[in-house]
């Protein structure tokens, strides 16, 4: 499993200890989603929720030695790497490792399951490390998993991390909209625990639930983030994003087709990018430019996704 040192740290902490990095990268796990740009060099607190990820990283009252010594042992998880059709790969990798390294030890796992930009210039970078993760406790494995928006620099000709923002999708409603259960239990959207959590927790618009469901009916669908893990901003600029809002989602692979890769259809992209256009969304932005703006946008930071904004 990939290690890597601390001593580079998150800005304004030039170390960061081997505890504070786990409590920091596991289990950041509640709180709202606003005021992600605070650099996270302090763990967040650590309060238990059912849907989020496990927060074994903190002292358990109910852990034991022995119990943890019973649990059943975690399984390995293959580094992730940048395949084909990447831009700028090593910003990912550089995202990638970090969260890595902080995130496994005897008793957690993190798996990546997507990094996306959330943002890509020419010397900047914000890369979403969509994860899943798994930690022993109290004799017991327990599922979680956050979104991290990571920031980087490229400076001396190598991308650097700068900060690391989790997700804080929030505690589950007890009363989602029918769109929002029908999301929850479509097999037809796969959705990463941070965009699941922030489904459950109510704060979603039922217009981005509804063209999720629309589109989902033609093809099965990977979505990356929904509300939480993304930046406040549009990347680089001061205009507010749609994600923190609620009225936007990524999708990071159509059917079995990962949107990055040279071997996925343009066709089916440009289906894609048009059924959500036909499905409520004002502002289509994919790796393929489809027409003008505000409908349709592309750039670099949406070489590996389509987003889709929604008014409200
Ligand atoms: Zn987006």
């Not at 999720?212 to 930046?231: A, D, E, K, Q, Y």
Request: aromatic share 4%.
């Amino acid at each position: 499993m990939a290690r890597a040192t601390y001593a580079a740290g998150v800005r304004g902490s030039p170390t960061i200890s081997r505890r504070t990095a786990l409590m920091l990268a596991i289990a950041a796990a509640s709180g709202a989603c606003s005021g992600q740009h605070q650099v996270a060099t302090r763990p967040p607190p650590a309060s238990p929720e059912p849907s989020e990820a496990p927060t074994t990283a903190t002292p358990s009252t109910s852990a034991t030695p022995s119990a943890a010594a019973t649990a059943p042992a975690l399984p390995s998880v293959a580094p992730w790497r940048p395949g084909a059709g990447e831009l700028e790969p090593a910003a990912k990798e550089a995202a990638v490792r970090r969260i890595e390294a902080l995130g496994d030890d005897a008793n957690h796992r993190v798996e990546i399951i997507d990094a996306q930009y959330g943002g890509l210039l020419a010397s900047t970078a914000s890369v979403l490390v969509v994860c899943r993760s798994l930690a022993r406790r109290a004799g017991r494995v327990v599922a979680g998993g956050h979104t991290y928006d990571v920031r980087l620099v490229l400076r001396g000709g190598r991308w650097r991390v700068t900060e690391i923002h989790p997700s804080r999708p929030g505690r589950p409603t007890s009363d989602p909209s029918a769109a929002a259960r029908h999301v929850l239990a479509s097999p037809r959207i796969a959705l990463p625990p941070a965009a699941r959590a922030d489904v459950a927790s109510g704060t979603v618009h039922d217009t981005v639930l509804e063209a999720m469901l629309t589109v989902s009916r033609r093809w099965p669908i990977g979505v990356s983030v929904v509300r939480t893990g993304h930046p406040t901003y549009v990347f680089g600029t001061v205009r507010p994003s749609d994600h923190p809002l609620g009225r936007a989602f990524d999708t990071w692979r159509i059917a079995d087709h990962a949107i990055v890769r040279p071997s996925t259809p343009p066709g089916l992209i440009t289906a894609y990018m048009e059924a959500l256009a036909g499905a409520g969304s004002y502002n289509v932005g994919g790796p393929i430019l489809l027409g003008s703006a505000p409908q349709y946008f592309s750039d670099r930071t949406h070489h590996d996704h389509v987003h889709a904004g929604f008014t409200a």
